[in-house]
Nanobody, 118 residues
Framework: QAQLVESGGGSVQPGGSLRLSCGAS????????MGWYRQTPDRQRELVAL???????NYSHSVEGRFTITRDYAKLTVDLQMSMLNPDDTAVYYC????????????WGQGTQVTVFP
């Protein structure tokens, strides 16, 4: 049974926008730092954005100012709004839930493809 369920992604032209969403159970959601990572065949998985249970946010330098991460306690979702996309943003994007208390759990979503055509 998948602990995290992702949706969104797809293909877009440079300058376009996409929105990713990641849903989790309440038990996971309220006790996890939630993040979005991305990976390409020739690069290691890298952090894109991170949001704490208190909605403290961190972004990679490459997306700061273009991407926005939010979490909704009513919907139990973490969204990544991506704007001003460019071909370097093309990757498989993964949602991650890591327990605030170290070592309790670390769950990954199945991944969703984002393609920005040059």
């Amino acid at each position: 049974q998948a602990q995290l369920v992702e949706s969104g992604g797809g293909s877009v032209q440079p300058g376009g926008s996409l929105r990713l969403s990641c849903g989790a159970s309440r038990d996971i959601f309220v006790s996890a730092n939630m993040g979005w990572y991305r990976q390409t065949p020739d690069r290691q998985r890298e952090l894109v954005a991170l949001i704490s249970p208190g909605s403290r946010k961190n972004y990679s330098h490459s997306v700061e100012g273009r991407f926005t991460i939010t979490r909704d306690y009513a919907k139990l979702t973490v969204d990544l709004q991506m704007s001003m996309l460019n071909p370097d943003d093309t990757a498989v994007y993964y949602c991650d839930a890591k327990s605030v208390r170290p070592g309790r759990f670390n769950y990954w979503g199945q991944g969703t493809q984002v393609t920005v055509f040059p």
